[in-house]
Nanobody, 121 residues
Framework: QVQLVESGGGLVQAGGSLRLSCAAS????????MAWYRHAPGKQRGVVAS???????IYADSAKGRFTISRDNAKHTVYLQMNSLKPEDTAVYYC???????????????WGQGTLVTVSS
């Protein structure tokens, strides 16, 4: 059994910062790509940023220059530092990780439950 738990969401004023965390736990053998997605009201869920095992990062255009994704492999945790937040960043943020458990041959994607970020103008 694997679980992803996000934290760090909340209410912040435009221009402010938040740091999201997502910790994986359970019978984990390895974690490859980790990513953050968001789902804003009236929009489809979309990727914000992702990071590979070698820490190669990819960002959505809306996140470039403002958000930074990082990971701590020893803690099975991925972070999203969000600076210069805008009202349009308001969304539920989800983490996703490709995890191979100790009993599996291949990895599969697991999702967290989401954390709400609200940016006021």
């Amino acid at each position: 059994q694997v679980q992803l738990v996000e934290s760090g969401g909340g209410l912040v004023q435009a221009g402010g910062s938040l740091r999201l965390s997502c910790a994986a736990s359970g019978s984990i053998s390895s974690i490859t790509r980790m990513a953050w997605y968001r789902h804003a009201p009236g929009k489809q869920r979309g990727v914000v940023a992702s990071i590979s095992t070698s820490e190669t990062t990819i960002y959505a255009d809306s996140a470039k220059g403002r958000f930074t994704i990082s990971r701590d492999n020893a803690k099975h945790t991925v972070y999203l530092q969000m600076n210069s937040l805008k009202p349009e960043d308001t969304a539920v943020y989800y983490c996703k990780a490709n995890i191979r458990t100790t009993t599996a041959t291949w990895g599969m994607d697991y999702w967290g439950q989401g954390t709400l970020v609200t940016v006021s103008s």
